[in-house]
């Protein structure tokens, strides 16, 4: 089992910067590939990006590409969503997941674990 707690969100105006962490509980926390999601109110929930187990290899989605970057620290169990020239459409709640495949994927339903989320809102 792996609780996940996001923490780092608020309200900052468009241009502006933000720091997200995901601390998790779990001894085995190295061996996941982790993810950041997004979901805007009426929207589907959609991936932002993800970092395989060993952090040597990220991706993203294309709205985000050159603005966010995500990193973990392995000894720390945390990871983290650097992210930078936020726009309004950035505006959602944050959630980071853990998945037990070893690919890091963009589908929702291939992660096991989630935290509870926290709220980023971008005003214009």
């Known amino acids: 089992q792996v609780q996940l707690v996001e923490s780092g969100g608020g309200l900052v105006q468009a241009g502006g910067s933000l720091r997200l962490s995901c601390a998790a509980s779990?001894?085995?926390?190295?061996?996941?590939?982790l993810a950041w999601f997004r979901q805007a109110p009426g929207k589907e929930r959609e991936f932002v990006a993800g970092i395989r187990s060993s952090g040597g290899s990220t991706f993203y989605a294309d709205s985000v590409k050159g603005r966010f970057t995500i990193s973990r620290d392995n000894a720390k169990n945390t990871v983290y969503l650097q992210m930078n020239s936020l726009k309004p459409e950035d505006t959602a709640v944050y959630y980071c997941?853990?998945?037990?495949?070893?690919?890091?994927?963009?589908?929702?339903?291939?992660?096991?674990?989630w935290g509870q989320g926290t709220q980023v809102t971008v005003s214009s």
């Open positions: 997941a853990a998945s037990t495949l070893v690919q890091v994927t963009t589908t929702p339903r291939a992660y096991a674990y």
């Open positions: 779990a001894r085995t926390f190295s061996i996941y590939p």
